[in-house]
């Protein structure tokens, strides 16, 4: 009766080891369906600067608390033994005649415990730490925000890429349809005698260059998913289907072109600023460079002292002090003066910095302006001339069917249309990534 149970113990242990490491294998991957926003967020999480970035964050704040430990009493423990092979001496005068005589002093066996105790009163080093703590904190903080609108950016470039080449792919594929339609109807008719064989190889030629070009997408859809990948951190082997609705994206082409750019808003703009701080404390630290250095400290120690090594601990001679060092330093060859001036001159190179931040930022905004508000014209008039090319082609192939129209006239508004309706998502692309370059010269894209 026990041994039955086995069978069911091993299948339940496997089903729940499985079920285990596929919930694993899922929080590597997304679901079946990722829009843009959860790829985003998947690549937030897991690409490999934004992790490094993190790191780098918690480095900068492990490296503050380690400086700031400074300011702590410092406590410290020694130990000391020693054997004399020989006795050190001493020439003491003799007490009645007064001649110098050698002595040996001391005992074989010595050893010492020793504790010490030294609080910092007056450090520039410590006192820059706790000075620029939060600007370095800030820094680090401000570094990973920069990284996470890089990869915003480019996870969305990326993403747009492949979901528009993808729709082309599909456009494609509706002419391919529709082409062997027209293929089948050309050699009906030629093998009726309605019409030469030209329509057939017509159609022929058109559907072969169809299936051609839409190979060719099919195959940039592939790289550039991979490219997306490598953005988001997504694994290589792992499937990503992603989730999008053009006509939302249509709608998503709209931007407020009135705004002006501050230069403030910029996440490189508030690092330099960072900078300045930290290269103001600097110009501090190297102006207290004149003044001392001062430290309380206290000791215990206990001597132990014997001839024979095994009484050696038997009796100790402890000791005891408190004292006050005070570290001044005097001449230096100009070292300090040179260090200050460098510290100075470092603020100074800075504000040029933001200046020429300022003016880059400004001409980075109007390129980028300039060349939305230019993909967006282009996309409204290819938009105009797709409806044109419908319309042209519907009209063209019912005179075709009532005998008006050559089968060439078809074939030149089929290749019209196709390419009115390629030029259209490759002008909704141009147009998506260039708001996103308009987006990021604003400064919008923040965290």
């Known amino acids: 009766m026990k041994n039955s149970w086995l069978p069911l113990l091993l299948f339940m242990g496997t089903w729940v080891m499985t079920q285990v490491a596929f919930a694993q294998k899922n929080t590597d991957a997304l679901a079946q369906q990722a829009p843009l926003a959860d790829c985003i967020q998947f690549a937030l999480e897991n690409q490999p600067l934004i992790r490094q970035s993190a790191i780098d964050q918690e480095i900068a704040d492990r490296s503050v608390r380690s400086a700031l430990a400074a300011w702590y009493p410092q406590l410290n423990a020694g130990y000391g033994l020693t054997h004399f092979l020989q006795l050190p001496v001493t020439l003491i005068p003799d007490a009645t005649t007064g001649e110098r005589r050698p002595v040996a002093l001391g005992a074989k066996n ?38 996470k609108i890089d990869v915003v950016v480019n996870v969305s470039k990326a993403f747009y890429d492949v979901i528009l080449t993808q729709r082309q792919v599909d456009i494609l594929a509706e002419d391919i349809s529709r082409l062997q339609r027209s293929l089948q109807d050309a050699t009906n008719q030629y093998q009726s005698g309605v019409v030469d064989k030209t329509d057939a190889q017509r159609a022929r030629i058109a559907l072969n260059n169809t299936l051609a070009q839409r190979k060719q997408f099919q195959d940039l859809v592939g790289a550039k998913q991979q490219t997306l990948k490598q953005l988001m951190g997504y694994p290589p082997n792992a499937q990503l289907n992603l989730a999008y609705d ?11 072109t009135t705004l002006l750019a501050n230069p403030v808003n910029r996440i490189e703009y508030q690092l330099l600023q960072t900078q300045g701080r930290l290269l103001e404390s600097n110009v501090r630290y190297n102006r207290w460079a004149y003044l001392p250095i001062v430290n309380a400290n206290a000791n215990y120690n206990l001597l132990y002292q014997n001839n024979s090594f095994g009484q050696l601990y038997s009796q100790s001679f402890p000791n005891s002090l408190v004292g006050l ?31 020429a931040l300022t003016s880059a930022v400004d001409a980075e905004y109007a390129q980028a302006l300039s060349t939305y508000k230019g993909n967006l014209a282009n996309y409204f008039a ?25 089968y060439l006239d078809v074939t030149v508004a089929e290749a019209d249309l196709r390419t009115a309706r390629l030029n259209v998502f490759n002008a909704l692309y141009q147009v998506l990534i260039s708001k996103l370059d308009v987006q990021r010269a604003l400064g919008l894209i923040q965290f």
Do not use: C, H, M
């Open 382 to 406: 290819l938009r105009e001339n797709q409806a044109l090319a419908q319309d042209v082609y519907r009209i063209i192939n019912l005179q075709y069917r009532s005998g008006i129209k050559t």
């Open 246 to 256: 053009t006509l939302q994206l249509a709608t998503e082409t709209a931007l407020d």
């Open 110 to 147: 010595t050893s010492t415990v020793s504790f010490s105790l030294t609080q910092s009163v007056f450090n520039r080093d410590v006192l820059l730490a706790s000075r620029t703590a939060d600007a370095y904190r800030a820094q680090a903080s401000q570094v990973t925000v920069q990284n």
């Open 325 to 355: 060092s005070v570290f001044l330093p005097i001449f230096q060859g100009g070292r300090r003066v040179q260090q200050l001036r460098i510290a100075e001159l470092q603020v100074r190179r800075l504000q040029w910095d933001l200046a």
